[in-house]
C-alpha cells in the first residue's frame, strides 16, 4: 500500500501485537464523490429552474423589436401607396381637365393605392396576395381622396380575410371622408390607411399597427 503521504487521512487499526498506522484513503474518497454528486444535482435544479426564465426574457425582446421593425414597416407601406395614388391623381387630373375627377379617375387612384399596399405587404406573415390587379388579404385598406369629390372614401379593399377587431379607424364610422383640412392654406391630399395585425411569438393578445 505504500508509505503514507504527507495530508493522507488516517486511522488507527487495533491488530495484534500493537497498533497499525496504515492510511485509510477510501472513505475519504467516498465522502468527496458523495459531496461532488450533490454539487452538481444542485447546480442542474438551478440551471432548469434558471433556463424558462431567460428563454421567456429572449421571446419577449424578440417579439419588441419585431412588433417595432413591423411597425415602421406598415407605416412605410401607408405612406409610399399614398404617394403612388397622389402621383396618379395628378395625371388623371391632367387628363381630365377637371376636378373633381370622374367615377372612373376615382377608382384608377384608388387601386393605385391598394395595389401598392398589396406588393409592399406581400413579406410580411399572414399578407395573401393573388394574381396582379386583384385584392390580397391580412392587410385592409382604406382610400381618400380629400378633395371634396371623391365618393368612394367610405369603401374598404385587401379585407377578404374580415376586418379585425383592433381595426377601429377603419370600421364603418370611423373611415375619413374627402372633407379638405388645413384651414386657411387647405389642399389636396391622398389619405391611405392599412391595418396590420402582428402576432407574438409568445402567447399574448394579438398587436395591431
Request: charged share 20%; with cysteine.
Amino acid at each position: 500500500m505504500g508509505a503514507p503521504r504527507k495530508g493522507d487521512p488516517t486511522v488507527l487499526v487495533a491488530v495484534e501485537g500493537g497498533m497499525d498506522r496504515r492510511p485509510k484513503r477510501i472513505a475519504s474518497r467516498v465522502l468527496a464523490l458523495r459531496s461532488a454528486g450533490d454539487g452538481a444535482g444542485q447546480a442542474l435544479v438551478e440551471f432548469t429552474l434558471v433556463v424558462p426564465i431567460l428563454l421567456i426574457l429572449l421571446l419577449t425582446v424578440g417579439d419588441f423589436g419585431r412588433f417595432f421593425a413591423t411597425g415602421i414597416t406598415v407605416e412605410s407601406i401607408a405612406r409610399t401607396a399614398a404617394e403612388f395614388a397622389a402621383r396618379e391623381y395628378l395625371r388623371e387630373e391632367a387628363a381630365e381637365g377637371s376636378i373633381p375627377l370622374s367615377a372612373a379617375g376615382y377608382a384608377r387612384v384608388h387601386a393605385y393605392a391598394w395595389e401598392t399596399v398589396c406588393e409592399e405587404a406581400a413579406r410580411l406573415p399572414g399578407v395573401e396576395v393573388g394574381a396582379s390587379g386583384t385584392e390580397c388579404s391580412g392587410i385592409p385598406t382604406v382610400v381618400c381622396v380629400h378633395d371634396l369629390g371623391d365618393a368612394d372614401c367610405a369603401n374598404i379593399y385587401n379585407d377578404a380575410a374580415g376586418l379585425p377587431p383592433q381595426c377601429a379607424s377603419l370600421a364603418p364610422g370611423n373611415r375619413p371622408t374627402n372633407a379638405i383640412g388645413g384651414g386657411s392654406e387647405a389642399s389636396r391630399y391622398v389619405e391611405v390607411r392599412v391595418c396590420y395585425t402582428f402576432s407574438t411569438l409568445l402567447p399574448m393578445d394579438d398587436i395591431s399597427s
